[in-house]
């Protein structure tokens, strides 16, 4: 296989791909500071009754959601095995029928939003939504899903690569347009070296793994149970993303379904509480079911649940999260433009 020196930059927008995981944060200022009154400290989630919500004059009589369960995407599952959507709304006086939509691919999922094929993405990558909003999509975060900087790793076969100067002149493999590819950039910065110091070639997870383990690059950004697999196979951890990005992923929807549905979604949202709070208080249940969805030991899904905060609130650390997605995306040119994510929040 012939790697690539660099990678160009219409490969980074063709590239861009959530598989469950795009995400924030380099070390790097927000170049768009925000003043909110959200705590600083995410609070435990907790279901919320906030009495019915009167649906039976609704006119939606069907939901349709982006389902993905990889790498590790607990909440999704554990809705889908217990049917709380289909039950929450029904509590509230409405008979709503939920389809899925298996999309694992961001930009594709922002594509099925923009197209109505979609109504809400329940789970979508930090880059993913800001290069949706950067090409003109109605997209807006309802609310976040998940942050799991230390679910994406960088290994390497190599034992003496053990700083980011090391890694200097060597051919490092994974999906562009991600928080893998913004940990790696961040790491990088900590010795003053660029993406142009090394050679960086685009692959998706599962290719960078393989190429590891054929020996034909000299290390992979991998994530979730690949990484997890890598970590038990014996490779050498260069990084993990503590520090370097924030891994955010959100719930997104178009502002118009927004603005027409708005006690749906409140409904939804109570729904998305009482998810958490059936993981909170069930956890030996939930992480047989997570092991079977996912055909994982559940020693494994222990390990890497403990790197995962499903806390659904906005918090500050999340509006800062997704202005360092948006500076990161701009300063790699995989955006023309700078764009203030606080813009992007229903508020």
């Given at each position: 296989?012939?790697?690539?020196?660099?990678?160009?930059?219409?490969?980074?927008?063709?590239?861009?791909?959530?598989?469950?995981?795009?995400?924030?944060?380099?070390?790097?200022?927000?170049?768009?500071?925000?003043?909110?009154?959200?705590?600083?400290?995410?609070?435990?989630?907790?279901?919320?009754?906030?009495?019915?919500?009167?649906?039976?004059?609704?006119?939606?009589?069907?939901?349709?959601?982006?389902?993905?369960?990889?790498?590790?995407?607990?909440?999704?599952?554990?809705?889908?095995?217990?049917?709380?959507?289909?039950?929450?709304?029904?509590?509230?006086?409405?008979?709503?029928?939920?389809?899925?939509?298996?999309?694992?691919?961001?930009?594709?999922?922002?594509?099925?939003?923009?197209?109505?094929?979609?109504?809400?993405?329940?789970?979508?990558?930090?880059?993913?939504?800001?290069?949706?909003?950067?090409?003109?999509?109605?997209?807006?975060?309802?609310?976040?899903?998940?942050?799991?900087?230390?679910?994406?790793?960088?290994?390497?076969?190599?034992?003496?690569?053990?700083?980011?100067?090391?890694?200097?002149?060597?051919?490092?493999?994974?999906?562009?347009?991600?928080?893998?590819?913004?940990?790696?950039?961040?790491?990088?910065?900590?010795?003053?070296?660029?993406?142009?110091?090394?050679?960086?070639?685009?692959?998706?997870?599962?290719?960078?793994?393989?190429?590891?383990?054929?020996?034909?690059?000299?290390?992979?950004?991998?994530?979730?149970?690949?990484?997890?697999?890598?970590?038990?196979?014996?490779?050498?951890?260069?990084?993990?993303?503590?520090?370097?990005?924030?891994?955010?992923?959100?719930?997104?929807?178009?502002?118009?379904?927004?603005?027409?549905?708005?006690?749906?979604?409140?409904?939804?949202?109570?729904?998305?509480?009482?998810?958490?709070?059936?993981?909170?208080?069930?956890?030996?249940?939930?992480?047989?079911?997570?092991?079977?969805?996912?055909?994982?030991?559940?020693?494994?899904?222990e390990e890497m649940f403990a790197q995962y905060d499903f806390n659904i609130e906005v918090t500050e650390e999340d509006y800062k999260a997704?202005?360092?997605?948006?500076?990161?995306?701009?300063?790699?040119?995989?955006?023309?433009?700078?764009?203030?994510?606080?813009?992007?929040?229903?508020?």
């Amino acid at each position: 296989m012939k790697l690539a020196k660099k990678v160009l930059t219409s490969a980074l927008v063709m590239g861009v791909m959530m598989t469950s995981m795009v995400g924030c944060a380099s070390n790097s200022n927000s170049s768009a500071g925000s003043n909110h009154t959200t705590t600083t400290e995410p609070t435990p989630t907790e279901a919320v009754d906030t009495g019915a919500i009167d649906l039976s004059q609704s006119t939606l009589d069907e939901l349709t959601i982006t389902h993905v369960t990889s790498p590790l995407n607990v909440p999704s599952i554990i809705q889908k095995n217990q049917n709380v959507f289909v039950d929450e709304f029904s509590k509230n006086g409405k008979t709503i029928e939920v389809k899925y939509a298996e999309i694992t691919s961001g930009a594709d999922q922002t594509q099925a939003l923009a197209s109505g094929d979609v109504d809400i993405l329940y789970a979508v990558g930090g880059t993913s939504v800001v290069l949706a909003a950067a090409n003109g999509a109605d997209i807006k975060i309802l609310n976040m899903y998940s942050r799991s900087p230390e679910a994406f790793c960088l290994y390497s076969g190599d034992e003496t690569i053990k700083s980011a100067e090391d890694l200097r002149g060597k051919t490092v493999a994974g999906p562009v347009g991600t928080n893998l590819h913004q940990l790696l950039v961040a790491y990088l910065k900590e010795a003053n070296m660029t993406i142009d110091d090394i050679n960086y070639v685009n692959m998706s997870i599962p290719d960078a793994k393989a190429a590891l383990d054929g020996g034909s690059i000299d290390a992979a950004l991998v994530a979730g149970p690949t990484a997890y697999k890598s970590k038990q196979q014996g490779y050498n951890l260069v990084t993990d993303g503590k520090g370097l990005t924030d891994a955010v992923i959100a719930v997104a929807v178009r502002e118009d379904f927004y603005n027409e549905y708005k006690e749906e979604l409140e409904v939804f949202m109570n729904a998305q509480a009482s998810i958490i709070e059936y993981i909170n208080t069930n956890h030996e249940e939930t992480m047989e079911i997570v092991a079977t969805e996912l055909d994982l030991d559940k020693a494994a899904v222990e390990e890497m649940f403990a790197q995962y905060d499903f806390n659904i609130e906005v918090t500050e650390e999340d509006y800062k999260a997704f202005q360092n997605v948006a500076d990161f995306m701009y300063e790699t040119e995989m955006i023309e433009q700078p764009i203030n994510t606080d813009e992007l929040f229903i508020k």
